[in-house]
């Protein structure tokens, strides 16, 4: 059995208007798994369905064995799931360290737990350290993006959902977030899922890719399997509707 | 012109009025922030927090107990508020609801109304005045009655725990980030469920901290709620919707306003003043003296 095991999942945000159309998805444990594919594939959907943010029509999503189709987002983190969405996701008028400690929420009683990953994600992160009084909204695009990130790492998720963490940055900048994801899954062993546009980088760093079309798997396999040009094919044929 | 102990009498009238408008307006501002809706029955939860003042001071705690009066009368209205907000608001978030604040504001006037009526079916029409012992506070020249002193004094404590509630608790922090991104919330694991329970519970509840402290003041009848929640909304224009420093600011400036005038025109159109700021501030700030550019609490 997978780790996380999407079956025959349909959902969408109107009443009649499917975005993910009996989408099926595994990841093993510790896997690194890309899910890329044009604009309007229903990605992003698919993350928010599997947090529990959107809940779907249609089939099931289970986590370890548990069936978690129906549940809550706040339930679903309690298992041990982070959710990065895309953009920055932090609260711009709180400090650096208040966004941290949200991520905290789920450990919140125990003060001296928070403390010890507050302290570990400033040796990590140095420049969230010397920026923790700082408001966010007085961080760079770049920073914002690590205290998003660094913020779902306080809570050391089992399985982190990643969207779109390099959209709009400068392209120094996302490969430092590409290598930062890269050294979390090889650090913790942590199954990340990440949907990204940047094709070609998502699935350098995956172990595992699929390729969403119209709310659709068009095609997984391991990465290496994911050429350029297999993938240029795949998106043309996806596109015309092949 | 006033003598200066009459000027002085009114500054003071208007900032104690001022900071429990003031009370008021962040309850109305507190709800919005988090869950993006105006509750148009705030009035009545003041309303509500008076007769319950009322009653426990008259039938249950006695006039010397009146400040009990006061935490029981809040923390009630707190209750009321945490059982109305799953039923009446909540179904606003859920589903396919389209049109939010079209529905906020149904339900909400739909909810004064009948709070309003329920009012008046128990308790009739009368004026009823919850007695205190305070005896007129003496400040050199200047004399306050007792019970606004007080009222004044629990508005202050009021806002300072609201304060000290927001900024030093791990539900705060929750409420201030709900406030700025409410996905961010969600994805640190909070129930925003009972986060939007809880804002609304807070938020009633301070509406009926102002109407138990201004129940011996104001008097108790079922739509003694509407010119504090007037005022609540002048101070919210003033400051701009969603904030809650400019909430404290402005209705400081409002109470002023409205005692300033009131001694250098005529007392008579002291209810006017307010209004003639807030026109004023429309057409200059439209969006208040906080608004917009910074939202948050």
Redo the contacts between chains.
Sequence with gaps: MSYLDVHEVTAGY??GIDVLQGLSLQAESGAFVAIIGPNGAGKSTLLRTI?G?LHPHRGRITLDGLDITMQ???KI??LGV????QGI??????TVE??L???A??F?SNARLVRQRLDEIYTRFPVLAERRRVRATELSGGQARLLSIA??LM?EPCLLLVDEPTAGLAPHLAEHIYELLSSIHQRSGSTIVLVDQHMEAAIAIADYVYLLALGQIKAHGPSETFTPTRVRELIQASLLGV | MPSADLFLQYIVAGMMLGALYTVMALGITFIYSIMKMINWSMGEFYMIGSYLQYIFVIYVLGVKYWYLGVLVSAVSVFILGCILEPVVIRPMFGG?VERRTEYATVVTIALMLALRSAAYVLGGPYQRNPQTNLPRLTLGELTIPGERAVAFAGAIIAIALFYGFLRFT?FG??L??AA??R???????????RLDQLAFGIGVALAGVAGALLAPVFLVYPTNGAITTMKGFEIIIIAGLGSIPGALLGGLILGLVEALCSVLLSPGFQHAYGFLLVLALLLVRPYGLFGER?R?V
């Design positions: 109107q009443p947090f943010l809550s987002p706040h983190k309690q982070g959710f990065i969405p996701n932090i609260a711009p008028h709180l208040e966004n400690k949200l991520g929420w789920t919140r913020r779902e809570s | 396919f791990w922090l929750a201030r980030a700025q991104n996905v961010a919330i969600q994805t640190a694991g909070v129930n925003i469920r910074e948050e």
